[in-house]
């Protein structure tokens, strides 16, 4: 066993900067694009899909009629959420089971986990292992929302319920509207945790592979998320507008209203 494993090598120091520096990248880089998302969300795909989405929620709501569409949507959204949280933990558990035949056994019967091996070695295979159940946890926060969300949109005012009735349901598709974009943002940390997980994997055969990979995620990152507003076919004071009208209460209400007698 080389000293580097066993952590007797100095030169551990470059892991020390390099890895915490690519994780400080990729972090700023979607905070820069959170805040990018917040001022001119038009210029980012995740800012037009989270206004295609409402808009979808709302035309589900006024016409009762794509309710089994809206809930075909949700369990094909549900059925790849699920999918990609079991390659996650199965990502994981596969890991944790190498580990374990990699490990000694002790005279007691007990697996030492790594043992013989430098905390350097140690702290790799926990990084990795912790970027699996990220994304599984943020995937199964993407299933809570989704099934929480067939319940909310497609709930059904009575022709014969009182007026105080029809306002709760229609303040229920806000509450749809809402969690449909929290699912997305559950979904898009948990594809990103997991992506993340690769600069980690190569991180164990040498550390100036790492800030190599980061680079190029963070290249495709920022392909994938910026968007022209002529694509986008709006502009940003119209794109504004929108906001201001999808926010007041007084939207969805009427459409939900609409078979009062």
Same mark, same amino acid.
């Not at 030169?11 to 880089?29: E, G």
């Not at 596969?94 to 005279?107: D, F, Q």
């Given at each position: 066993?080389? $000293?580097?494993?066993?952590?007797?090598?100095?030169?551990?120091?470059?892991?020390?900067?390099?890895? #915490?520096?690519?994780?400080?990248?990729?972090?700023?880089?979607?905070?820069? !694009?959170?805040?990018?998302?917040?001022?001119? #969300?038009?210029?980012?795909?995740?800012?037009?899909?989270?206004?295609?989405?409402?808009?979808?929620?709302?035309?589900?709501?006024?016409?009762?009629?794509?309710?089994?569409?809206?809930?075909?949507?949700?369990?094909?959204?549900?059925?790849?959420?699920?999918?990609?949280? $079991?390659?996650?933990? $199965?990502?994981?558990?596969?890991?944790?089971?190498?580990?374990?035949?990699?490990?000694?056994?002790?005279?007691?019967?007990?697996?030492? &986990?790594?043992?013989?091996?430098?905390?350097?070695?140690?702290?790799?295979?926990?990084?990795?292992?912790?970027?699996?159940?990220?994304?599984?946890?943020?995937? !199964?926060?993407?299933?809570?929302?989704?099934?929480?969300?067939? &319940?909310?949109?497609?709930?059904?005012?009575?022709?014969?319920?009182?007026?105080?009735?029809?306002?709760?349901?229609?303040?229920?598709?806000?509450?749809?509207?809402?969690?449909?974009?929290?699912?997305?943002?559950?979904?898009?940390?948990?594809?990103?945790? !997991?992506?993340?997980? &690769?600069?980690?994997?190569?991180?164990?055969?040498?550390?100036?592979?790492?800030?190599?990979?980061?680079?190029?995620?963070?290249?495709? &990152?920022?392909?994938?998320?910026?968007? $022209?507003?002529?694509?986008?076919?709006?502009?940003?004071?119209?794109?504004?507008?929108?906001?201001?009208?999808?926010?007041?209460?007084? +939207?969805?209400?009427?459409?939900?209203?609409?078979? +009062?007698?």
């Amino acid at each position: 066993m080389t $000293s580097d494993v066993n952590g007797r090598d100095p030169s551990y120091l470059t892991d020390l900067v390099v890895a #915490p520096s690519c994780l400080l990248m990729y972090v700023v880089y979607h905070l820069l !694009l959170a805040r990018r998302v917040y001022r001119k #969300p038009e210029t980012t795909v995740i800012g037009i899909t989270r206004r295609a989405r409402r808009d979808w929620v709302y035309g589900i709501a006024s016409d009762q009629n794509y309710a089994i569409i809206a809930v075909q949507t949700l369990r094909n959204w549900l059925m790849a959420a699920s999918m990609l949280g $079991s390659v996650a933990i $199965s990502l994981s558990v596969g890991i944790m089971a190498l580990v374990a035949t990699l490990s000694r056994t002790r005279e007691d019967g007990e697996i030492a &986990f790594l043992s013989g091996w430098g905390w350097l070695f140690r702290m790799k295979i926990a990084c990795l292992i912790t970027c699996f159940i990220g994304a599984f946890i943020s995937f !199964l926060e993407v299933m809570r929302y989704l099934k929480h969300l067939t &319940f909310f949109i497609t709930t059904i005012a009575p022709r014969d319920c009182n007026r105080k009735v029809k306002e709760r349901i229609a303040s229920n598709v806000h509450i749809a509207a809402s969690m449909i974009n929290r699912a997305a943002l559950c979904h898009t940390i948990g594809l990103r945790v !997991l992506l993340f997980s &690769f600069p980690v994997l190569v991180w164990l055969f040498t550390v100036w592979l790492m800030p190599v990979f980061t680079l190029l995620l963070l290249l495709v &990152f920022q392909c994938r998320d910026d968007e $022209s507003e002529e694509y986008g076919g709006m502009t940003a004071s119209a794109f504004a507008r929108d906001v201001e009208q999808q926010s007041q209460d007084e +939207e969805v209400e009427p459409l939900l209203l609409a078979h +009062e007698p």
